[in-house]
Antibody, heavy 119, light 107 residues
Framework: QVHLQESGPRLVKPSETLSLTCTVS????????WSWIRQTAGKGLEWIGR???????RYNPSLKSRVTMSLDTSKKQFSLSLRSATSADTAVYYC?????????????WGQGILVTVSS | EIVLAQSPATLSLSPGERATLSCRAS??????LTWYQQKPGQPPRLLIF???KRATGIPARFSGSGYGTDFTLTISSLEPEDFAVYYC?????????FGQGTRLEVK
């Protein structure tokens, strides 16, 4: 069974970088797209971006200037960096694996990690 | 970006009743529409992809329909575990976007 687990600091100061890692167990790593999605009560679910082992990545234009994603296939991990964090970035962050028959849909999700941006 | 509008915001029904949830896209997305179910404290769960195809392990009481801009998720006979929030999401264009959700609550 595929399992995803988010990890990282749960409290980030304004203007600093929010950094999260997703560790994948079970299943193949190199043949799927891996995404980050966040959820807030106000804006709902927001797709942040996706990455692939080839190094290609695609980001939401609303966050593109501040986001970097990367993968470490040897560790079966992928990561998210969101620079210049503000209170608007406070959210539950999910990592997810896209669904092979329908790339762009999300089949497996981590449990989510609540990150608060506050001084 | 493509905006998905879900209606109603809240739907109050009883177990055994039929639920009909709507999702409308701001432009045509062919059949690239996905439905998820989310319960408190859990991540979304993939139910339906490509408008009408059930994901692995999803009960037959869940069905989806639609094409272009108008889509429907139907739960034929509500079970107690079906009361949750339901989201639609499009994979036709970038960025991927989600609807605001329909809360299905017990009447």
């Amino acid at each position: 069974q595929v399992h995803l687990q988010e990890s990282g600091p749960r409290l980030v100061k304004p203007s600093e970088t929010l950094s999260l890692t997703c560790t994948v167990s079970g299943g193949s790593f190199g043949t799927y797209y891996w995404s980050w999605i966040r959820q807030t009560a106000g804006k709902g679910l927001e797709w942040i971006g996706r990455s692939y082992v080839s190094g290609s990545a695609r980001y939401n234009p609303s966050l593109k200037s501040r986001v970097t994603m990367s993968l470490d296939t040897s560790k079966k991990q992928f990561s998210l960096s969101l620079r210049s964090a503000t209170s608007a970035d406070t959210a539950v962050y999910y990592c997810a694996r896209e669904y092979s028959p329908a790339a762009g849909s999300f089949e497996f999700w981590g449990q989510g990690i609540l990150v608060t941006v506050s001084s | 970006e493509i905006v998905l509008a879900q209606s109603p915001a809240t739907l109050s029904l009883s177990p055994g009743e039929r639920a009909t949830l709507s999702c409308r896209a701001s432009q045509s997305i062919s059949d690239y529409l996905t439905w998820y179910q989310q319960k408190p404290g859990q991540p979304p769960r993939l139910l339906i992809f490509d408008a009408s195809k059930r994901a692995t392990g999803i009960p037959a009481r869940f069905s989806g329909s639609g094409y272009g801009t108008d889509f429907t998720l139907t739960i034929s006979s509500l079970e107690p575990e079906d009361f949750a929030v339901y989201y639609c999401q499009q994979r036709d264009d970038w960025p991927r976007t989600f609807g605001q959700g329909t809360r299905l609550e017990v009447k």
